[in-house]
């Protein structure tokens, strides 16, 4: 589908591609993640969160607005409000099977409880029921997510924002608490795997004296099948002397362990514990035919992090290409290539002007070309959680990328047109080669 002329294209020297502003007379608004696409089922529309203020982290009831913009038809519909959100994901906005289905997080302030909201953004209508939403299956029925109200424990920017006095504190490992599974058809929520069942599988933890760690659940992601789910435990020593009362981000204090299962909760495994981000890493995602994941990993070169992969069950922990450095948010294609951005913090792809860019790597070759570089860094000052990342994400054909950017003072959604990158998309066998394994170490 062509986008509506309205939208201003951008061109010139840092634009390798076609790229469209699609947020121009919203300021503030910014997509969701790089593992989920902000683009409706037909490619119509696109959701979007507007921020009332980009100088500060959110209060507890402070209300933000879902944009829907119609690509077709050039507009941009303010649709929702919702108090359930943060300054990275917002309210975690999901399409669900349709374009009369989105998902996202509200918050009830007359309770402070958590809510997931069903809206037909065509037609206003909506329902709600307890719970949250993080990440909604391939198919659209189904929403998983750990604890919203609990993610702000670990790392603000993910969750949702309520009075510190009503955020629970895991101590050990709650037979109650861990990931959650909702039925977007009937409203059914369940608690698939604990915590509790979560710890019995990380090899660190056997035998151990839970208690002794808070533990929380965090990240959660379908595979492209639909037939398993990432879910990321994080836990930190509330002894240690460098933990703080919230944010434990800090590398040292909060360990990570990813597991996956199936979406009943059986067959958990851990694929990468803990031992293995001692040297950095970071963003887990699923490759493009399920059968492991993909991540930055350091530790196997002295010069940064470099692009991993790893089956479901942990097995065959291995550089994609050991010659290539990784960096930001990184996604295979099925076409036989990686697709990724930058943080501001990551020399050589970021620069002292404040620009980031799209990488495209060839698993082929391990050659590159930098399709996009544009302004990310916001004004010196602000909490980390305002920074802003383009996170990177593929509409449903694999050919257009919607990301955020910061090119005018504010947070704008742009998309870029990948068809001359991607061609036809084919498996990903390259993402399988037979590299030599990378122990962690």
Same mark, same amino acid.
Request: glycine share 10%; charged share 20%; with cysteine.
């Given at each position: ?9 951008? @061109?010139?020297?840092?634009? !390798? ?18 593992? &989920?696409?902000?683009?409706?089922? @037909? ?8 921020? =009332? ?24 519909? %303010?649709?929702?409000? &919702? ?49 949250? %939403? ?24 993910? #969750?949702?924002?309520? +009075? ?46 839970? @208690? ?5 659940? *965090? ?32 590398? #040292? ?9 199936? +979406? ?79 943080? &501001? ?34 004004? !010196?000052?602000?909490?980390? $959680? ?6 990177? $994400? ?8 919607? *990301? ?14 990948? !068809?001359? %990158?991607?061609?036809? =998309? ?5 993402? @399988?080669? $037979?590299?030599? +394994? !990378?122990?962690?170490?």
């Amino acid at each position: 589908m062509d986008i509506h002329p309205s939208f201003p294209r951008l @061109s010139g020297p840092g634009f !390798a591609v076609p790229v469209a502003v699609v947020t121009p007379r919203t300021p503030g608004c910014f997509h969701r993640f790089f593992d &989920t696409s902000p683009i409706s089922p @037909s490619g119509r529309y696109l959701a979007a969160l507007r921020m =009332p203020d980009e100088t500060r982290l959110n209060r507890p009831g402070e209300a933000a607005e879902v944009v829907l913009v119609d690509l077709a038809a050039g507009t941009e519909t %303010v649709v929702a409000r &919702t108090c359930g959100w943060e300054a990275q994901m917002g309210a975690n906005l999901n399409w669900g099977a349709d374009d009369r289905c989105l998902v996202f997080n509200d918050v009830d302030t007359a309770t402070w409880t958590p809510q997931l909201v069903r809206l037909d953004p065509l037609s206003g209508r909506s329902e709600r029921v307890p719970g949250g %939403v993080y990440h909604v299956s391939p198919d659209g029925r189904f929403a998983a997510a750990a604890s919203m109200e609990r993610m702000r424990r670990t790392q603000p920017g993910y #969750g949702v924002v309520l +009075p510190d006095e009503r955020v629970p504190l895991n101590r050990g490992a709650p037979e109650d608490d861990g990931l959650f599974i909702t039925d977007l058809a009937s409203g059914r929520r369940r608690l698939v795997l604990s915590l509790a069942q979560a710890a019995a599988v990380i090899p660190e933890l056997a035998g151990t004296d839970l @208690s002794r760690w808070c533990i929380h659940g *965090f990240h959660s992601k379908w595979s492209p099948q639909g037939d398993r789910l990432i879910f990321t435990v994080r836990r930190w020593r509330p002894d240690h002397p460098r933990a703080a009362a919230w944010s434990n981000i800090e590398r #040292g204090v909060l360990r990570f362990d990813v597991l996956t299962c199936r +979406p009943d909760g059986a067959q958990a495994v851990t694929a990468v514990p803990a031992v293995c981000w001692q040297h950095g890493g970071h963003h887990i995602n699923w490759l493009p035919d399920g059968s492991g994941l993909s991540m930055n990993l350091g530790g196997m070169e002295e010069d940064g992090l470099r692009f991993v992969r790893v089956g479901w069950d942990g097995s065959g922990l291995r550089p994609l290409l050991l010659d290539v450095r990784g960096s930001g948010h990184p996604t295979v294609h099925p076409c036989g290539g990686i697709l990724t951005d930058s943080y &501001t913090n990551e020399p050589p792809f970021s620069r002292a002007d404040g620009t980031t860019p799209l990488r495209w790597i060839s698993l082929a070759d391990g050659s590159e070309r930098e399709l996009v570089r544009i302004a990310t860094e916001v004004p !010196a000052g602000r909490p980390g $959680a305002l920074r802003v990342d383009p996170h990177p $994400a593929w509409d449903r054909g694999g050919r257009l990328v919607a *990301f955020n950017a910061f090119p005018d003072g504010t947070r704008r959604v742009l998309l870029a047109d990948l !068809a001359q %990158v991607v061609g036809r =998309p084919a498996p990903c066998a390259s993402a @399988s080669a $037979a590299t030599p +394994p !990378a122990p962690c170490r």
